[in-house]
């Protein structure tokens, strides 16, 4: 799915999303459970793509005037 079509409400969605699968996977890390490490730097990655869209979002509205 290409990211930069998403609402404003499914990019949210999907940013609290990811920031949740973020934090099982870092709990899963810290109490030593079964969990595949790339995961987690996917997750980030995913995260930063996210959180820059948002930004463009934002930063368009603004400056559009």
Do not use: M, W
């Not at 980030?44 to 996210?50: D, E, G, I, N, Y």
């Amino acid at each position: 799915e290409d990211i930069k079509t998403l609402t404003n409400d499914e990019l949210s969605k999907e940013i609290l999303k990811v920031k949740k699968s973020l934090f099982d996977l870092r709990f899963k890390k810290s109490t030593r459970q079964a969990f595949k490490p790339h995961e987690i730097k996917h997750a980030k990655h995913r995260l930063a793509q996210l959180l820059t869209v948002e930004h463009q979002k934002i930063l368009n509205t603004i400056f559009s005037d």
